[in-house]
């Protein structure tokens, strides 16, 4: 019989080391501290966290257990497009350049999507759509960025940041659902949080419609659209008994997580109305690093221990991590405007507790994934 492989016992430990080390060098290249022959820009910081570290979580999160040769040749095509910043420009054609770019989220693209079918649920009939999506969005952004297609209004990376975080408000909100029922459920208080399909189909048409009129230059319609998703969410979220799940640091980390979505949503849409601007990306980061990394890392640290059957850590340690990502992401979304005359030092500090978040995760996680798995041949 051939031996099989958890794909998230690769994915997951690369996607929280890849997180914090990305961000570092970000910044030691951006201050110019280190002489660096390739140069790197905001949008390569960006791309590297959508489709090195969300779609690394994404991968562990839907694949099941494979061939060993099968997930060491995924994970491979994955550390060839994070590697492939270090090559010099102009050095490979273009094309090479996109299919080794792109062949890791095409491929996900195409196994995520296939999981989905597979299930055959009525309510997850987007899930197929939104991972059709994000492989076209990650291919379509390095094209871009070669020049192999036209730029849209909108930085590309920002409309993938969009499609990402349609994923994660959808199996996000149904996660947060089913953990705040169950950790309730254990202190003897027995709720029922009821399923919304019909939320989840305005958010999922409302984020499409902002990322098509973003992405076109309307912004008005974007503005108007994005706060509109943000209200919904926040409306989501009022049947969620967030007091009630504030003594459990793998649940409300989860409700966080989407408040950030809604944040980032309203802030965004604020600035395309151009009612405000925050620097730095703010409104950006508070969609990106606030909710799709917020509900990821939780997920991530959730997921280990269930599929470990590992017991959770302690509540203390798991509390520290989790607030050291929370002063990460608030100091990144409003640190420079609350202290404009110490925006680089604000930058520094936030990176420095996402990497104690990350870290504090990857010393809870990496023993339960190097662990042969219990009763299988992995």
């Given at each position: 019989m051939q031996r099989k492989l958890d794909p998230w016992r690769l994915f997951f430990p690369s996607a929280l080391l890849l997180a914090p080390v990305n961000v570092l060098v970000w910044l030691v290249l951006r201050f110019g501290l280190m002489d660096w022959p390739v140069a790197v820009s905001a949008a390569w910081h960006g791309r590297e966290m959508l489709f090195g570290y969300s779609f690394a979580v994404i991968a562990g999160y839907l694949l099941q257990a494979m061939a060993i040769p099968l997930v060491l040749s995924l994970w491979?095509?994955?550390?060839?497009?994070?590697?492939?910043?270090?090559?010099?420009?102009?050095?490979?054609?273009?094309?090479?350049?996109?299919?080794?770019?792109g062949a890791f989220p095409a491929v996900?693209?195409?196994?995520?999507?296939?999981?989905?079918?597979?299930?055959?649920?009525?309510?997850?009939?987007?899930f197929p759509l939104i991972m059709v999506a994000l492989g076209l969005a990650a291919v379509g952004s390095y094209a871009t960025e070669l020049g192999l297609l036209p730029s849209p209004e909108r930085s590309v990376v920002a409309l993938s940041v969009y499609v990402?975080?349609?994923?994660?408000?959808?199996?996000?909100?149904?996660?947060?659902?089913?953990?705040?029922?169950?950790?309730?459920?254990l202190r003897g208080d027995y709720v029922r949080i009821p399923p919304r399909p019909g939320l989840e189909a305005a958010i999922a048409l409302g984020?499409?419609?902002?990322?098509?009129?973003?992405?076109?230059?309307?912004?008005?319609?974007?503005?108007?659209?994005?706060?509109?998703?943000?209200?919904?969410?926040?409306?989501?979220?009022?049947?969620?008994?967030?007091?009630?799940?504030?003594?459990?640091?793998?649940?409300?980390?989860?409700?966080?997580?989407?408040?950030?979505?809604a944040l980032g949503l309203a802030l965004i849409g604020l600035e395309r109305l151009g009612t405000i601007s925050l620097p730095d990306a703010g409104a950006l980061h508070a969609l990106a690093a606030g909710g799709i990394g917020t509900v990821t890392l939780v997920m991530v640290l959730r997921v280990t221990r269930q599929r470990?059957?590992?017991?959770?850590?302690s509540t203390g340690w798991l509390q520290v991590l989790q607030l050291s990502m929370a002063l990460a992401v608030l100091l990144r979304v409003g640190g420079g405007w609350a202290m404009p005359g110490h925006r680089d030092f604000v930058l520094w500090l936030s990176a420095a507790a996402w990497a104690m978040a990350f870290g504090l995760g990857a010393v809870q996680l990496l023993p339960a994934a190097l662990r042969p798995a219990r009763g299988t041949n992995a």
């Amino acid at each position: 019989m051939q031996r099989k492989l958890d794909p998230w016992r690769l994915f997951f430990p690369s996607a929280l080391l890849l997180a914090p080390v990305n961000v570092l060098v970000w910044l030691v290249l951006r201050f110019g501290l280190m002489d660096w022959p390739v140069a790197v820009s905001a949008a390569w910081h960006g791309r590297e966290m959508l489709f090195g570290y969300s779609f690394a979580v994404i991968a562990g999160y839907l694949l099941q257990a494979m061939a060993i040769p099968l997930v060491l040749s995924l994970w491979l095509l994955w550390l060839a497009g994070r590697l492939l910043w270090l090559v010099p420009p102009a050095t490979l054609d273009p094309r090479l350049e996109l299919l080794i770019g792109g062949a890791f989220p095409a491929v996900l693209a195409v196994l995520g999507t296939g999981r989905f079918l597979a299930v055959k649920r009525a309510r997850n009939i987007a899930f197929p759509l939104i991972m059709v999506a994000l492989g076209l969005a990650a291919v379509g952004s390095y094209a871009t960025e070669l020049g192999l297609l036209p730029s849209p209004e909108r930085s590309v990376v920002a409309l993938s940041v969009y499609v990402v975080a349609l994923l994660i408000m959808v199996m996000g909100g149904r996660a947060v659902s089913t953990a705040t029922v169950g950790s309730l459920r254990l202190r003897g208080d027995y709720v029922r949080i009821p399923p919304r399909p019909g939320l989840e189909a305005a958010i999922a048409l409302g984020m499409l419609a902002f990322t098509v009129l973003d992405g076109s230059g309307q912004s008005q319609g974007a503005g108007l659209v994005s706060l509109a998703v943000a209200m919904i969410l926040l409306l989501r979220m009022r049947e969620w008994h967030f007091s009630g799940v504030l003594h459990d640091p793998e649940v409300w980390p989860l409700h966080l997580g989407v408040f950030w979505l809604a944040l980032g949503l309203a802030l965004i849409g604020l600035e395309r109305l151009g009612t405000i601007s925050l620097p730095d990306a703010g409104a950006l980061h508070a969609l990106a690093a606030g909710g799709i990394g917020t509900v990821t890392l939780v997920m991530v640290l959730r997921v280990t221990r269930q599929r470990a059957s590992d017991l959770p850590a302690s509540t203390g340690w798991l509390q520290v991590l989790q607030l050291s990502m929370a002063l990460a992401v608030l100091l990144r979304v409003g640190g420079g405007w609350a202290m404009p005359g110490h925006r680089d030092f604000v930058l520094w500090l936030s990176a420095a507790a996402w990497a104690m978040a990350f870290g504090l995760g990857a010393v809870q996680l990496l023993p339960a994934a190097l662990r042969p798995a219990r009763g299988t041949n992995a």
